[in-house]
């Protein structure tokens, strides 16, 4: 039932110095459920007809259903992105994913309106704790430090994610999610795009895993490039001590791994899926991630519109690049890299890491398999969409389907 339907007795209510809780439980009671809460019956509106008294600086309250009608906008825009990046946004990340759909609200506003339009999600985030980082942290500009690292929460569901994120701006630079952590894959995908889209980092910090052998190669050919070369061009340490990067997988796993984690152990743990058959590992690991892709990317977009105190805005303070800036023949494509590598180290870089086996022996097979599958469920963002929100059905659904299509 429409708020506006009831704007009669709301007004009748008020002048009878009803107070809002009074308000919203009369409307509760009539079975009015939408728009109903507190939240909603207060505040200003647009055409200024007096429905209380002693409104500080003299201002005036319009009438309830005005009111509603102002806000019903931003609150349904809220409830669908809500519906889309799940329980573990707050206000402020959902400012910044709000942002790049060219919406604009106060982080207070939008963090009243999730309250209120989503309460038991905003009860779960004031229960949950917040991994924060004790050790200080300092960059002096955009371009001096990369940080980069892999997260493997989904490894054994053929789930790997790799990101790089700029240690002045906070700026995720770059992002992918393949199966198995992958020399070529993280290059191109994470590197080489950050490298060609921003300029060449100063130093570039990781962890000791080998996955990051050709990153860490080419960037030792670019050294005398680099804007400052008194410090090692990449170093190497502990991921405990890699904090820039290493805070945000927290992020990640409660807004993306998370989620497809429990559908998928729960799809195992009931023997829908056997993962000891490399078949069904393909097939999942093909599926999760393309899934987990659309978790990642928002997660990326919104971070990078988020309001970091004390800073600033990701995308802002990362306006105007490295210092240095690169051409694609400086930073070769991932092929020609590992080419190089191989020959002037003297050892060989896995070209492709496969996770199960594909079960398709031809180009035409797949393709074949491809559209019977998308034609059952071609929609990636809308399969995101439900099991983020705890609705595991179109994603298991689909997941069987696509096992059933390939065998």
Sequence with gaps: ???????????????????YDEISNKLLAEGVIRGASVANLQGKGTCGQQVGKGVPGGATKCCVGC???????????????????????????MKGYLATKGIRACHMRVGAAMQAVRPHYHEGRQRG???????PYRAE?????????????????GVTHAMAIDGYSGKLVGHSTMPVKNNLVIYEEVYRKAVLGHGLWDQVRTDRGREFYLCQYVQEKLAGQRYCTARPSFLQTPSTLNHRIERLWSE??????????????????????????????????????????????????AWNQHSVPGRGIPDSL?????????????????????????AERGSSLTRHSPFGRDPFVSVEERALAQG?????????NAMFNSVVNENNGPFS???????????
């Excluded at 009111?67 to 990340?93: D, E, N």
């Excluded at 955009?142 to 569901?157: A, I, P, R, S």
């Excluded at 690991?285 to 997660?299: E, H, I, K, N, Y």
Aim: aromatic share 6%.
């Design 129 to 135: 704790a917040r991994n924060l980082n004790p050790v």
């Design 252 to 301: 990640v796993n409660t807004r993306v791994n998370f989620p497809i984690k429990a559908c998928l152990q729960s799809l195992t743990d009931q023997g829908a899926i056997n993962m000891e058959d490399d078949v069904v590992k393909f097939c999942t690991s093909q599926l999760a991630c393309q899934v987990a892709s659309v978790g990642l990317t928002r997660f990326v977009e």
């Design 141 to 157: 500009y955009f371009g001096e430090k990369l940080h980069m690292d892999q997260n493997e929460k989904l490894v054994m569901f």
């Design 67 to 93: 009111h509603w009608r102002a806000k019903h906008t931003s609150l349904q825009l809220i409830i669908i992105c809500s519906l889309k990046v799940g329980p573990m946004y707050g206000r402020k990340t």
């Design 372 to 380: 019977r599958f998308m034609a059952l469920h071609g929609d990636l």
């Design 397 to 407: 659904d689909a997941l069987l389907d696509l096992i059933r299509i390939s065998t």
């Design 1 to 19: 039932m429409a708020l506006e339907q009831h704007e009669g007795m709301i007004r009748q209510l008020k002048e009878e110095g009803k107070t």
């Design 318 to 342: 990362a306006s105007g690049g490295c210092p240095v800036k690169v051409t694609p023949s400086m930073v070769p494509c991932a092929a020609v890299a590992a080419d190089l590598y191989d």
